[in-house]
């Protein structure tokens, strides 16, 4: 059983989710926040497998509570999923790099919903190519420092290729393709590659491959 908490500050929207998340064998809602604070004590009580989080919402917002919760040793395994009006809100890349598995607009159809909550809760991340591709175009001149050639360095030159092409948005199954490996061992190199670089998941290896300068804009036009 997923076990999902729902942030928004708006009841209807929550009630919205909570009736189709219920409506699933597989997934039920344990809690509801109406705002960042209520939703990081309960997450912190509770646990939950994934979070439902509305990036904007009074007080401590979606993007605050993200950074609090992943900051918390205890909630590694929370993943969390922002919910956004906009298609590509300011502060979706911001989301991304404190530690969300990715991001929905709110009308997403149901059944992609579902789908989304499953995915993260299996520990992928939510980024499709063609979203990543925009991400990270409209979120170029956003780029804070750039990462540490330390870190870099404690990738294997494999490890570098395979971090390159998942920041591309590609799965494993797509990244053994191109490098002529299984999709098991795709995977393996991923997780090695999360290890070492302290990414609680798949959307913080976009972000780390984008600012470590393994892919470029430009590259995924």
């Given at each position: 059983?997923?076990r999902v908490?729902?942030?928004?500050?708006?009841?209807l929207?929550?009630?919205?989710?909570?009736?189709l998340?219920?409506s699933c064998?597989?997934?039920?809602v344990?809690?509801?926040?109406?705002?960042?604070?209520?939703a990081?004590?309960?997450?912190?009580?509770?646990?939950?497998?994934?979070?439902?989080?509305d990036?904007?919402m009074?007080?401590?917002?979606?993007?605050?509570a993200?950074a609090?919760i992943?900051?918390?040793?205890?909630?590694?395994?929370v993943?969390i999923?922002?919910l956004?009006?906009?298609?590509?809100?300011?502060?979706?890349?911001e989301?991304?790099?404190?530690?969300?598995?990715?991001?929905?607009?709110k009308d997403?159809e149901?059944?992609?919903?579902?789908?989304?909550v499953?995915v993260v809760?299996?520990?992928d991340?939510l980024?499709?190519?063609g979203?990543t591709?925009?991400?990270?175009?409209e979120f170029?001149?956003?780029?804070?420092?750039?990462?540490?050639?330390?870190?870099?360095?404690?990738l294997?030159e494999?490890?570098r290729?395979v971090v390159?092409?998942?920041?591309?948005?590609?799965s494993?199954?797509e990244i053994?393709?191109?490098?002529f490996l299984?999709p098991?061992?795709?995977?393996t190199?991923i997780?090695?590659?999360?290890?070492?670089?302290?990414?609680?998941?798949r959307?913080?290896?976009v972000?780390?491959?984008?600012?470590?300068?393994l892919?470029r804009?430009?590259?995924?036009?």
């Amino acid at each position: 059983m997923i076990r999902v908490l729902l942030a928004d500050d708006q009841a209807l929207v929550r009630a919205g989710f909570r009736a189709l998340l219920d409506s699933c064998d597989d997934i039920s809602v344990v809690g509801e926040a109406n705002d960042g604070e209520e939703a990081f004590r309960l997450i912190r009580d509770m646990v939950p497998d994934v979070v439902l989080m509305d990036i904007r919402m009074p007080g401590l917002d979606g993007l605050a509570a993200t950074a609090k919760i992943t900051a918390e040793a205890s909630l590694t395994s929370v993943r969390i999923i922002i919910l956004t009006t906009f298609d590509l809100d300011e502060y979706v890349f911001e989301a991304l790099r404190s530690g969300a598995s990715g991001f929905l607009v709110k009308d997403t159809e149901p059944v992609e919903l579902l789908q989304a909550v499953r995915v993260v809760a299996r520990g992928d991340a939510l980024l499709s190519p063609g979203v990543t591709r925009r991400l990270v175009a409209e979120f170029a001149q956003r780029a804070k420092e750039p990462v540490s050639a330390k870190k870099l360095e404690q990738l294997t030159e494999r490890e570098r290729e395979v971090v390159a092409l998942a920041g591309t948005g590609l799965s494993n199954e797509e990244i053994g393709a191109k490098l002529f490996l299984s999709p098991a061992t795709a995977k393996t190199h991923i997780s090695r590659a999360m290890i070492k670089l302290g990414a609680r998941d798949r959307a913080q290896l976009v972000v780390f491959a984008y600012e470590s300068g393994l892919v470029r804009p430009g590259w995924l036009g």
